[in-house]
């Protein structure tokens, strides 16, 4: 398993608030909808903030030389929590299909990370290996620092809120 990109920009960015489309700055007034829709898309705002916050686990990862990345680092705790854990029960509580699930815990087997077992026939098991759960182990120091640091910086009682918010947008796409 290659270790994440560790091409991240040195040059400090401007706000999001400060930066073209969003800011206002756009020319065409014909695409002024548009813009207020973006701007106000529930799927386009999670993403792009689950990408900032991605790339800056990541890079925190990177440096810790934990070979992984922070959405590896949720399977295998995932995997770690439920052991042995069974494919269906990562699916629901990752809210990832299982082919991409099966995907990623290929990834993750082949670097030794886990093993799978079969359960008398039944779903297969899956359980972190001494190597996965050391792998674990050397990377929440760098995730606890960048989680910290994001906590602090929203404030640790808006974080909370947005805990549950982020619990209850979850729980609307189950409910349709």
Not at 17 to 36: E, F, I, L, N, W
Not at 51 to 59: E, F, I, P
Not at 118 to 126: E, I, R, T, V, W
Request: charged share 25%; hydrophobic share 35%.
């Amino acid at each position: 398993m290659s270790p994440p990109s560790t091409a991240f920009s040195k040059r400090k960015k401007k706000p999001q608030s400060q930066r073209g489309m969003a800011s206002g700055k756009h020319t065409d007034p014909d695409k002024t909808p548009y813009v207020r829709a973006t701007k106000r898309c529930v799927c386009s705002n999670l993403r792009k903030a689950s990408r900032a916050v991605t790339q800056m686990c990541d890079k925190a990862l990177s440096e810790a030389a934990s070979g992984i990345r922070v959405t590896q680092l949720a399977l295998l705790i995932e995997i770690y929590i439920y052991e042995p854990a069974e494919l269906s029960v990562l699916s629901e509580e990752m809210v990832i299909d299982r082919t991409t699930l099966m995907r990623n815990v290929k990834i993750l087997q082949n670097a030794g990370l886990v093993q799978s077992k079969d359960s008398n026939g039944h779903a297969k098991q899956l359980c972190l290996t001494p190597k996965g759960l050391a792998t674990v182990n050397q990377a929440i120091p760098a995730w606890e620092k960048t989680q910290n640091h994001l906590v602090k910086h929203i404030g640790k009682g808006r974080w909370d809120e947005m805990l549950k918010d982020l619990s209850k947008v979850v729980d609307a796409t189950r409910a349709q």
